[in-house]
């Protein structure tokens, strides 16, 4: 089975789950995804600090709906986890339309398409539905029920290791909180667990990071040692038709955005500047840790009007946009495996290369070989403040060409690092 | 009564006085001046040193004139102060016209305007007129008068002090040494007299300086403690009715060169760099100093050509054209005045705004509030390398915005600063 | 006889000699350079050790044909010395034309040409031949003949030294180990002759360095103390017709790159950024030297079609293009010369030219004079940071009048440096 394949029925089988910050939503979320990768599962306590924030109550919800005068279900949690407010309290009550209105949420210009909306931390509950659905209420008094519970419990996230030949670490971080919508961020999801799939005794360790966004996040950071992280990118809305769209880490010139930056320079896309919105770069690029960490998307953060509605269903992701966004992660991470800053150890002059069977011996040729001039460029600029990208790019070599030459010159003594 | 028309009627009463870098015409000024805004006056005697330069005599005029044989004057200080040469030693003498012509100044290219011209440091003699005027005297005797008397006294300044929550201070510095010239410089002194009573409780102290060109800017620099100068403007031809031009400090990049060129981005305007020639920035530029101190001008030095002529007279300088460089002095000086570096101080993660009433409790809203956007700017950039001017270029917000959000984050004791 | 013709015929009477990077080709290349400037002659040793190099054994010839069933001499050392492959080893043997062709080097694409080879560091023969006269031979047997030496004996330099006021040095060098090329290298040679004897009581010391490429750029570096080495040019490819080629030092921003691109500026030319390939600037700025040395050359390094062959003859160079070489280089040079940072002895304000004589005493006219403008500029960037030429792009004067007026400021006493 191709990758985009699988990755779509992955997104499909996730689809109809009730998702939140917490709750047995993300839980059997991350059942599903250990089924294709080993993860370790935490639970962390309602209550909990983590830096300025608390681990919430736990969410979980049975049913909900508004009943007309006949008894009849308007609205229908059954057909759509989207129709509640996430995190809404319990509510058994009659009332009027009137009454019912400011709990009652739709998307005016989008008359068929239902919102997402949530209100974590602050007590209220309300319906999403379609316009037209709204349009078409008599007045009248409407049953509305929210079986829902908010109670002492956990917020669950998972990880999943690839362990590297050194402990600095490359974290891929996606959000498992948003229930039934597609690109945002089941395709995230999908795509990690294709890339995690794929990473063969890698450089560095790379840690898939399956957690609820902001607070999970925080608890993430607050309960481990971030400094073995080195690198890292937040994957999200990661099957939609846009081109790829790379956001920089607040560095702006961190190693993983010169990486990305070379990974996509030959395919159509979009490179932005760091701004604090978005996903979870916000709290990973905060200022206390201000981590080498971009995100990657294909139409970027509430840039399609599908974003946070019904239309952003399994039919708004496609099989090919993931394969292509797994396709330049596995060739990120390639590069920024091999990408290293080398010590030339015979910088004095040019070392000879042919003695060491490393130079074509029939001198005068005007067609230098392009493995000899990699080799050459390697040499020169392995001072200490240029890695491999940075020799790529001055010398307009392929990176494999340059990354060759490094492996050839280090085993050859002359290089070191 | 609008800025614009008491501050055009200042430029014309101050108009006909005939002022020089030191003498009765500097004093009648500094008086004038002080009937709007009070004034610390300081005499500083002749023949003290101030870094490489002395300061002169005083030079003082009653009279100047040349008559023809008949007795007709045909040249008149009467008439015009820039009829004689600034700084001109007394002269009684009847000589030809031969004789006299070395001492005459005019513009042949502008055959009705009469030039300015001045000796200050070297000593000698002469009378400025129109090409035409020339051209209609016939040879013969003429007998020249020039009633003026260069005798140790004083150098004349004055300063207005604005006073701030802090010691550090902004100068405003305006040239008054130039006679009947109404663009260069009594515009810029009007509008820094309408700049000095529109300022209320500032932030910075705010030092207002008139004082003539030159040896009155080294005079006053030898005299007083330029530490506390933080930022300053340099403020000349304020009143002629071309576009803007911002000429940065030295530094080139001083906080007051961010600032004007904030509030100039959406008016026409220039911005020059730092050259060592026009005004008193090159004084408060000069390397040991290195102030930063930039200078605002309309059409800037010597970029028109009634430009130290007869044509730079009240008629030139408009009063919206003044009301406009008030303007942006005034919108200048509360960024400045607000702009501060502040440190985050819960930078693990974002602090949950939420809970402080300072975020919008329902999710998933895809139209963030630019409130709450200039919050996380804040909060994100606060980390002791940006000033808010900084983050309002990055983020693309209005300054106001950006301003507002950090005092709101400052309330809530989550910045410093 | 203008420069251009004496380093024309320089060129010719180089042109007929067979040199390597060893031998008595170069000896007797250094004996024709010694006839016009002093030399001082280097023998450096076979066996020994420089850096990661060994100085190899000596290469002389002798005679070297292939002839033909007949006897007749198809191919002939005699007539060009590009006919035997540098470094050949003896050979003399007869062999069928099949067994010769892996020996014979030819250019399909320019069939009348003669390509240039060396094999310098692998023992091997061949020959080199037009590809028109291999079609033209016939099968059969011929016999080969290459009387050459190859054994212990020296590597051949020579330095000309013009002293100057300071022991900081500028190098240029040029490579002599290329036997009947012209362009590359007998015409730089010629013009880094022209420009030895054109320098008069310099600033600097010039060191011209006549040796062969790479082992003797090598051998030169591992013999000499570098640190005077202050500047410096590779010189080569000077006479062609194209267009001045300025390649940067691998520093990219070295006192010697702004001379050349400000030297440049009003030509058509090109600059381009370092690689380690082309000339000897490989060794200068390998980076355990990191020298700043850049490169010279007309059209650069395999840059046109007679590179590397027969075609690149005498006729190839020009004697105009040689002299527009040297003339671009003594302008460098003497930019270079005068070239200093100065400091400001009177940093506060501006010093009082007037009293010193460097300022026009009729002040108020506003057409500021060039030469005091200069002044002023030098005065104000005279802080450390600033040399002169980073002063005249600054003020946009040319670089003769900020020299001259930094000469008259140090004279006054009012800069040093």
Redesign the interface.
């Known amino acids: 089975m191709r990758d985009g394949a699988w990755m779509h029925a992955l997104v499909e089988r996730l689809y109809p789950l009730c998702r939140s910050i917490t709750g047995d939503g993300v839980r059997a979320t991350l059942d599903i995804i250990g089924e294709h990768i080993p993860l370790d599962r935490y639970e962390v306590p309602t209550g909990t600090q983590?830096?300025?924030?608390t681990v919430p109550q736990e969410w979980n919800i049975r049913d909900a709906w508004i009943a007309d005068a006949d008894g009849k279900r308007v609205v229908d949690f059954a057909e759509s986890n989207l129709h509640v407010?996430?995190y809404s309290v319990p509510v058994s009550a009659t009332m009027s339309l009137a009454e019912l209105r400011p709990h009652l949420h739709t998307l005016p210009d989008r008359p068929s398409w239902v919102?997402?909306?949530?209100?974590?931390?602050?007590p209220?509950w309300g319906f999403c539905l379609a316009q037209e659905t709204l349009d078409a209420l008599p007045e009248g008094d409407y049953e509305v029920r929210i079986d829902s519970t908010l109670a002492d419990g956990h917020l669950s996230y998972g990880e999943h290791v690839v362990p590297g030949q050194v402990a600095d670490e490359v974290i891929v971080s996606c959000h498992i909180c948003h229930p039934s919508l597609a690109n945002d961020n089941l395709a995230g999801v999908a795509v990690a667990v294709a890339l995690a799939k794929a990473l063969v005794n890698p450089w560095y360790t790379y840690r898939f990071l399956f957690m609820p966004g902001?607070i999970g996040?925080?608890t993430w950071?607050?309960r481990n040692d971030v400094d073995r992280v080195k690198h890292g990118v937040v994957l999200a809305c990661a099957g939609d038709r846009g081109d790829l769209t790379y956001k920089r880490s607040?560095r702006g010139d961190a190693e993983i955005d010169r990486v990305l930056a070379h990974v996509l320079r030959d395919r159509p896309h979009r490179i932005l500047?760091f701004?604090?919105?978005g996903y979870d770069e916000?709290?990973f690029?905060?200022?206390?840790?201000?981590l080498g960490v971009g995100s990657l998307t294909r139409t970027p953060y509430?840039g399609y009007p599908e974003?946070?509605t019904s239309a952003d269903n399994p039919d708004f992701v496609s099989p090919a946009a993931m394969e292509d966004t797994l396709a330049v992660l596995r060739e990120a991470f390639a590069v920024l495996d091999r990408n290293r800053r080398y010590t030339?150890l015979?910088?004095?002059?040019?070392?000879?290369l042919?003695?060491r069977g490393l130079y074509d011996?029939?001198?005068?040729?005007?067609d230098?070989k392009q493995a000899q001039?990699a080799m050459?460029?390697v040499?020169?600029?392995?001072?200490g403040d240029h890695d491999l990208l940075d020799i790529t790019r001055?010398?307009g070599l392929e990176f494999d060409a340059v990354a060759a030459a490094a492996d050839a010159l280090r085993d050859a003594g002359l290089v070191a690092g």
């Not at 690029?285 to 201000?290: A, E, H, Q, T």
């Not at 011996?361 to 005007?366: D, E, K, P, T, V």
């Not at 040499?379 to 001072?383: A, E, F, Q």
């Open positions: 983590v830096f300025d924030w407010v996430g919102p997402y909306r949530t209100s974590y931390y602050s209220a902001t996040a925080i950071l607050a607040r500047d701004s604090p919105y916000r709290q690029c905060s200022p206390g840790f201000n509430a974003y946070h030339n015979s910088p004095y002059g040019e070392p000879q042919g003695k011996s029939l001198g005068g040729r005007s230098a001039m050459l460029w040499l020169n600029l392995s001072d001055r010398s």
